[in-house]
Every structure is written in structure tokens, then in C-alpha cells.
């Protein structure tokens, strides 16, 4: 419970930008957390002098129906890859509330004699476990898709894959766990006492904490992530140093290469992508200066060429005949031309242009190719890591 707990205030307390996701991950591990607390003995027998054991219950098993709303909630937002309307969340809402009361409403007999809903050994016990059980395995069924889809692509990206194989043995183990519990349910109701039942009492909190324990496993990549940012050591904010004088003399020189986006509080991923893209409109605009450099020339050669252009060619020259080349998506080589770019221009190798100001979050400026910048506005729109 600590784990979760601290899990939690991490990860809210160092994201930089929250977006509804990370909310509807907190909603979760928050419905995680209460209902680990009020399944915990030491707990109840805190608050049993105010509160019967039979409504702790009721209440634990409530926080776990809110579980299941922000599980639905956060696999929708998944799968659709954009916000779920307010009317959905709403609704997900109404859905809780109405199958909480339905728990309270079976559970009467059993918190007016203040025992388990189990002991009734009538209807209401399996019919309480279905309406308590249930909503679980449903709610997992988009968010299992996703996972699933994760590892099916595992090539593309094996963290995604180790990702979604983790999870999806975590939803796996709370599948079991629902659908144990509502055949015992049953099993019950129908007058049979075995090794099952038994020992699925027993292993009851175990089946519950070990795959949110697993699930907590997963936020630590994003709370890493976001420590790194804020300490200013990861590799974004890095590049954007490498990058930065490079890419203020291309914007002192060819101000109509900056591209028209306004989004707030940029991640430094983001503001290195913009970056790259208005270095990569300079360069295919200095095509003509660097077209007689070979298939493979080296850094030393491509900044002495762009700085010739910047200094001898005027903003729109060149444009006419301008064309991608064969290494300008080479991320790696465009650093090393940046590095080369610093190290001339200490050394007095070229006139240096006025310094413009930083790819501001805030500040708007004239649109640049219109292919270009369209990939920036969708990539300026990602709030999270």
C-alpha cells in the first residue's frame, strides 16, 4: 500500500504536463489504493469502533466499482487515441453510482447483521458477487486490447512489448481473481464447501495485490522520465543545447522557415522536433550550396556549406531547386553538424548572425513549409512523455 501510495504522489507531483490520461491513471491507482486501505485488518480495526465491518465492506467493495470506471475510462482513452467526451465520463459515472447502490441494496440483510455477504448463503450472495465482479473483466476488455496489440507489435518497439506483456499479466491475474470469486459465489449458494472455495478465501487479498503491485510496476518508466526532464539530463533537453546555436543563426537568417505553433509548456521532446524541423526547411532550402558535397560529406563540410549559403544566398534563394537530401533525416549526423557549427563559430571561422530567442511555447511566429509544419502542430499537441 505504501508502494502504491508513493507510486502515486510521484508520478502526479513530477509529470509536467497532466493530460486526461495521466488523470484517469491517478483515478485508478486512487480506487487501487482505497480499496487495498479498507481490505487491510489493521485498517478495519481502526475504524470499527465507528463504522460496522459490514459496511467497510461495502465501501471496499464500492472503491473497487470505481476501479472499474476509471479502468473503462483509461482503456477508451486508449483505444481511441483522443478524449473521451464528458457525456461518457458521465455516464461511466451514472454507472458506478447506480451499481453501488445495488450493492447496498443486497447487502442489507448482511450489514443489518453485520456478517459477509457470503454467510447469507442465499440468492443475494452470488447476485451481489456478479454485480461486484463483473464490471471488472468488462472494463479490462479495451485496455487488454491495447496491451495485447503492444506485444503483437513487439518488433516495432520491444519496451511497448515488455510493457504490454506485463500488463497483460497483471489483467490477467485480476480476470481470474473477478471470475474466481463469482463461481464461489455460486458454489456457496448452492450449498458446496471445498478445497476451491476455501482456498479462494484464503488467497483472496493476494489475487488482488500482487497484480496492482504489478501494475504500479509500470509508472516508473513515465516518473524516471519525468525526473530526467525536470533535472534537465534527458537526452532531449541535451540535444536541444547541441542544436541551439546552429538553429538560431538558420532563424536570424531565414525567419519565414518558423513554423506557426502555439502550444503551452512544451515538452523538450517537442520543442527538439520543432527544432529539427525548421534546421531540416533551412537545409533543403540551402540545397544548391550543398548539392556538389557527395552522398556521404562530413560535418565539417555540410557546416561550412550552410554557413555560405546563410551569408551569401538571400532567404529565398535556391528554393526553386530545393530537395531533400539523402542524410538530413540522419538525427545523429545533424547533431554532429551542429557540434562542428559551435566549434567553427568559437573558433571566428565565420561571422556569427544575431542570436533570435528560443523556440518559445508562447510566442507565434510565420508559418514555414506546409507539409513541415503540419507535422509540428500534430507532434506540438502531445502532453505527455
Known sequence: MAWIAAA???????????SRLDWAVAALVSAMLATAVLRDRVVQSVLTPWLPLADIRLATHIAALAMAGAMLWLGLLWRVQKPVSWHTAAWITTVVAVLGMTLAWLSVPARTANIAIEELHDWRTPMYMIVYSLPTPLAEIPILITYLSLVRRWRQSRPRAVFGGTATVCTALSVFDSCSRMLSAWLLFAGVHNE??????I?????FLVPVAGFMLLTIPSIVASANIRLRRDRATRNIRILSPMWEDMMAARPATRLHVQVRNSLPQVTEHRMRIEIEDVTISAAPWLA????KPTPAQVCAALRSALLDGAPDCGDTHAKALDWIGD???I????REWTLTGRAGAAPRYPRSAPPSSRVSSPLGHGRRGASARDHARESTV
Do not use: H, K, S
Open 8 to 18: 502515486l504522489v510521484l508520478r502526479m507531483t513530477l509529470l509536467l504536463e497532466r
Open 196 to 201: 476451491f472455495t476455501a482456498y479462494r478465501a
Open 203 to 207: 488467497i483472496n487479498d493476494w489475487l
Open 292 to 295: 556538389g558535397l557527395g552522398e
Open 331 to 333: 538525427e545523429q549526423f
Open 335 to 338: 547533431l554532429a553538424v551542429a
